[in-house]
């Protein structure tokens, strides 16, 4: 009986601390474009190769 007297006020605590971080990612627009992000991997462009330091344009590595 006396771990429900600690539980309780923990578990309240952890459900406020929820809410208030929902609430702040609400305020700063978390959830504003979920369409775009879910898009933008569709995307055909083929990635950019990365270029070594030696492959530079106008050195021939010698």
Do not use: C, H, Y
Not at 35 to 62: H, V
């Amino acid at each position: 009986m006396n771990i429900l007297l600690m539980l309780l006020p923990i578990s309240l605590v952890l459900l406020g601390l929820a809410i208030a971080a929902f609430a702040w990612a609400v305020r700063k627009g978390q959830f504003d474009d979920l369409d775009t992000p879910a898009l933008d991997i569709l995307d055909d462009a083929p990635p950019q190769p990365r270029q070594d330091a030696r492959m530079r344009e106008g050195d021939d590595g010698a």
